[in-house]
């Protein structure tokens, strides 16, 4: 008998993006997503977080506030669907201008929209095996982590699936699951 096994594997963004919309389509249950970077501004240049950058806070809540496509919506459909959805975000401080305008991001979009957003700081964690880039983890047997290169954008995607041993990756959640607060 022949056994065919799925195994990790890399694609570039270009091409990640089919598998990840995939994994997310097919979940069920529970995703979790581990963020590490402190400062996601390449990936992340939308008209709020230039308000932001730029000093304006008011306009950068409002537009905030009116945010309900996109990212918000996939939110949504998946917590009318009774997804559990927990982020960790690993925190350094002082925190950099990009990790404070996503902390008001998780307040007024990610929470209301039915995930729970976790904090814990970089040096409790430190002798944990995080990665080098962010972690999505889809029903607990599905794994998608990103690579970023030096300036912060998103180059590739390594994911493993059910045939993968994730059973690292599910301590780490546990790990800090542990370690986490409440924003």
Not at 74 to 88: A, D, G, P, S, T
């Amino acid at each position: 008998m022949v056994c065919y096994h799925k195994r990790m594997k890399t694609l570039p963004r270009e091409k990640a993006h089919k598998l990840w919309d995939h994994y997310w389509s097919e979940m069920k249950v529970e995703w979790f997503k581990i963020e590490v970077l402190q400062d996601y501004t390449v990936e992340d240049n939308s008209p709020s977080l230039r308000a932001w950058l730029s000093g304006d806070k008011q306009t950068s809540i409002t537009l905030l506030a009116a945010d309900t496509r996109g990212w918000v919506e996939k939110l949504r459909q998946k917590h009318n669907q009774n997804v559990l959805m927990h982020r960790i975000r690993v925190i350094e401080k002082p925190y950099t201008p990009y990790t404070q305008w996503e902390l008001e991001c998780y307040k007024h979009n990610n929470i209301p929209s039915g995930e729970q957003v976790l904090v814990v700081e970089k040096r409790e964690v430190k002798d944990l095996d995080l990665p080098s880039g962010d972690l999505m983890m889809f029903d607990n047997k599905r794994i998608a982590i990103c690579a970023y290169d030096d300036i912060g954008r998103m180059i590739q995607q390594t994911f493993y699936d059910e045939n993968d041993d994730i059973t690292k990756f599910l301590q780490l959640k546990h790990s800090l699951l542990a370690l986490a607060r409440p924003l």
